[in-house]
């Protein structure tokens, strides 16, 4: 476990340390930022060749549906993309960005700009988009159909572009305009879907109030499986991890608690903040952190012979060998190190909170965290792979 000893003089030298530590301490792999979630999905969906399960897609997946496979996603922003059997799509590198490489898709938009890449020919819109290939078995001529049915989109090709709106289009190649149809394709045709879709919704919502109304009831068990059944049919329903999140808070599995209620306030920030769950995740986040010190503490001779976490680093506070009046800046300079270290695409910096709490359990000291051992300590306590540690004096 590495450990990393600073000293500065004066003060002012803190920031340049800062952002030498961010590059030391970079790994070379950046993660990917997530572009969507898969809120519903049956049949044969996979990501990046593995079967789909509902959850977050990262930039750049290939999302593939098989000839029974259908899903739905839908973006931060809001847009929904939903995939028929037979299609194959790339999120883009970039937000509002995909890439169709064969089937179909519905997009929408939610009133942003997007950019439908296909070979040879994109398309931008910005409102509900439908688009199916028409190829080997399909009794029409072949091509690429589509449909804009709100907004309007823009295809460009060589040599040109068209903008339509609440028209239907057959697109044959790059090379040509667009035919614009009097009448939508029977290609286009969701009705089964959309049966599909209300009678799913339907059973969501009537299974929602009831198991809101066994909670209300305290029947616990009982609001539970409804809860459960929720989540199989609407993977994206976001009430369900905020009251399984309060029925885990029931049992006083704080630590169930609180990750339910990090997911409710990450798909649904404005209810979350509206129901108080901020406040609530604070305290729990106190909570668990102190019986998580205590039980490493307790068992240290277990804890440090565990493997550290990859690519987690703590920093503590600077001891102060000057003037006691700047006493206040030892935390504030860990505070500056700490900022710049969490903008490291992987690094996993831990609590400042946490680290604290290990210093006063393992009864440390402020004077001793500049020490070697207690360093080292402190750094297995935490199973931390990197841990930095410094002293500073104001002249």
């Known amino acids: 476990m590495p450990t990393v000893f600073l000293s500065t003089s004066p003060v002012l030298r803190a920031l340049p340390l800062a952002l030498a530590l961010t590059a030391a301490f970079a790994p070379a792999a950046r993660a990917q930022a997530v572009e969507a979630r898969i809120v519903q999905l049956q049949g044969d969906v996979r990501v990046n060749g593995t079967p789909a399960q509902p959850g977050p897609v990262p930039q ?5 549906t098989g000839i029974d496979g259908r899903v739905q996603l839908r973006t931060a922003a809001g847009a929904v993309l939903a995939l028929p059997a037979g299609s194959e799509l790339r999120l883009g590198d970039s937000a509002n960005s995909v ?19 296909l070979p040879d020919r994109s398309i931008r819109t910005n409102g509900f988009l439908k688009l199916q290939a028409c190829g080997a078995g399909c009794a ?51 009705l089964g ?29 009982e609001a539970t499986q409804a809860f459960e059944r929720v989540r199989t049919l609407a993977p994206g329903e976001t009430l369900v991890p905020y009251y399984l999140g309060l029925i885990a808070l029931k049992r006083e ?30 305290l729990l986040s106190s909570s668990q952190l102190q019986q998580e010190v205590a039980a490493a503490v307790a068992r240290e001779a277990e804890v440090v012979s565990t493997p550290p976490e990859p690519g987690s680093i703590a920093v503590q506070a600077f001891v102060n060998k000057g003037n006691e009046a700047y006493r206040a800046m030892a935390k504030g300079l860990a505070a500056m190190v700490i900022a710049d270290l969490s903008k490291v695409p992987g690094l996993k910096v831990l609590e400042r909170e946490k ?8 009864k440390l000291g402020d004077s001793g965290l500049a020490d070697t051992a207690s360093a080292v300590r402190s750094g297995r306590l935490m199973r931390a792979e990197k841990v930095v540690v410094g002293n500073f004096e104001v002249q």
């Open 60 to 64: 750049g997946a290939t999302v593939l």
């Open 99 to 117: 890439a169709l490489a064969a089937g179909g898709m519905r997009l929408n938009t939610a009133n942003a700009e997007w950019r439908v890449s």
């Open 140 to 190: 029409l001529p072949p091509g690429l159909y589509g449909r804009i049915a709100q907004g309007e989109a823009v295809l460009e090709y060589q040599g040109g572009r068209s903008v339509l709106r609440a028209r239907s289009f057959r697109w044959v190649n790059a090379s040509t305009r667009p035919e614009v149809l009097p009448a939508p394709p029977a290609l286009l045709d969701d």
């Open 193 to 221: 879907n959309q049966a599909d879709a209300t009678r799913v919704r339907t059973e969501v919502a009537a299974t929602l109030k009831a198991g809101i109304d066994a909670f209300a009831a305290n029947r616990d068990a």
């Open 253 to 282: 599995d704080n630590a169930a608690a609180l990750n339910l209620l990090q997911q409710y306030t990450r798909e649904d920030p404005e209810g979350a903040a509206a129901r108080d769950v901020p406040k609530t995740m604070t």
């Open 355 to 362: 680290v604290q709490l290990l210093v006063n359990e393992a």
